[in-house]
């Protein structure tokens, strides 16, 4: 009996261990995290393509080593002096244009330097008529919003709002023009006498309460057609263009004009007339403001 239990067979049983990982929720991780990258990617993309020209050199220069390495946007100061290492002569990277340094005079002489080898002249002063044009334009856009205010101020004020065509708006050499022109239907002044009629007064103050925002100086001129006449032969229509812009002047202080604003009050007669054509026209008869520019026009050349 010992023996046949002896002959029987030994069975082993080996369990195998799977070597594939497990089934988890990884993989979605990092799905995600490409999914992510290849938008950004396409996004980057498109919008390199929509970008013009200018744009696309800013974000050149804004990657230039030296910017990156120093955190300044101008590219001549540097260790690599504004230049790509792999660039070719002049180019400020392997993209962008070759660029120039042109010396600039300064008005307490030159100032020398060091930069890519060479001494460069700069200039620290700046560029008088570059201020003065942008001093200009911010300007006229201030003077085009007032025409637009002025207007707009006349259209809502159910007091003068009938008397928009008695309000002229025009741009000179000196500056922003305002007129109040006289109708035939309706007068701007008593006859002969400097006093302003209501509605024309109303107006005025109308005017001046948007003038008063700007530190402008103002010019304030009278002028009359080539009929009018006074009782006193002595007090002729230069008088009488005088005395009504002075009359004019009173107004727009009371209104809350700023008198030191006012750079003159003259009185011109007929010698400037509206409609040179028609000198006895009415609309002759008129109140200029003239709302001066602030900087010398720029010279040219």
Do not use: C
Request: no cysteine.
């Amino acid at each position: 009996m010992a023996d046949e239990k002896a002959l029987e067979p030994l069975f082993l049983k080996k369990k195998l261990k799977s070597n594939h990982a497990p089934h988890g929720g990884a993989w979605k991780v990092a799905y995600a995290d490409f999914v992510t990258a290849m938008l950004a990617f396409f996004l980057l993309l498109w919008l390199l393509s929509a970008a013009t020209d200018q744009q696309r050199q800013g974000i050149s220069d804004y990657f230039e080593p030296e910017t990156i390495m120093s955190g300044k946007k101008s590219g001549s100061s540097g260790m690599f002096g504004g230049l790509a290492i792999d660039a070719v002569g002049t180019l400020r990277s392997a993209g962008s244009p070759p660029s120039v340094s042109i010396p600039l005079p300064a008005a307490g002489g030159p100032k020398k330097r060091q930069g890519q080898g060479e001494a460069v002249l700069v200039s620290e002063d700046p560029n008088p008529e570059s201020v003065n044009f942008e001093a200009r334009k911010r300007e006229e856009e201030e003077f085009n919003k007032a025409q637009a205010d002025l207007r707009l101020a006349v259209e809502q004020s159910d007091e003068v709002k009938a008397f928009q065509d008695s309000l002229l708006l025009d741009k000179t050499p000196e500056g922003l023009r305002i007129q109040l022109i006289d109708q035939e239907r309706v007068a701007m002044f008593e006859a002969g006498s400097d006093k302003f009629t209501p509605y024309f007064e109303a107006l005025l103050e109308v005017v001046t309460r948007i003038v008063r925002r700007f530190p402008n100086p103002v010019e304030i001129s009278g002028h009359t057609d080539a009929e009018t006449t006074t009782a006193d032969a002595a007090y002729t229509s230069w008088e009488l263009s005088g005395d009504r812009a002075n009359a004019a002047r009173r107004i727009m202080v009371s209104a809350g004009m700023n008198p030191d604003r006012i750079a003159s009050v003259v009185g011109r007669a007929d010698s400037d007339p509206l409609f040179p054509a028609d000198p006895t026209s009415p609309r002759n008869r008129r109140i200029s403001i003239l709302l001066l520019h602030l900087q010398p026009p720029a010279k040219e050349g």
